[in-house]
């Protein structure tokens, strides 16, 4: 019913900028918070970023400053502005929105997740 896509993932050296977005689709009642994660390899996935439906930002200490978070409500999507990006930022981010969406009659909330995009920044 729901899918969550990433997109603008790539290589790009040390220093350099890339713009993650993620589309939600599907029969989407309402979306509370979005947000991107990432993995790094032999690491615990963790919380890069997110925004509530209300506009307000968090960030990760490491990020903060570099990226900047936002979301466009009309399309379902969130966005990821990456600047400054270091060799650490390497991972594959994930995609992640908070929603409740339709099946027949019911709505279902749930925790959705993208199929994740990789980041590679070179020295």
């Known amino acids: 019913q729901v899918q969550l896509v990433e997109s603008g993932g790539g290589l790009v050296q040390a220093g350099g900028s890339l713009r993650l977005s993620c589309a939600a689709s599907g029969s989407i009642f309402s979306i509370s918070t979005m947000g991107w994660y990432r993995q790094a390899p032999g690491k615990q996935r963790e919380l890069v970023a997110n925004i509530p439906s209300g506009g307000s930002t968090n960030y990760a200490d490491s990020v903060k400053g570099r990226f900047t978070i936002s979301r466009d409500n009309a399309r379902n999507t969130v966005y990821l502005q990456m600047n400054s990006l270091k060799p650490e930022d390497t991972a594959v981010y994930y995609c992640?929105?908070?929603?409740?969406?339709?099946?027949?009659?019911?709505?279902?909330?749930?925790?959705?997740w993208g199929q994740g995009t990789q980041v590679t920044v070179s020295s």
């Open positions: 992640n929105a908070d929603l409740t969406y339709w099946s027949g009659r019911y709505g279902y909330a749930n925790d959705c």
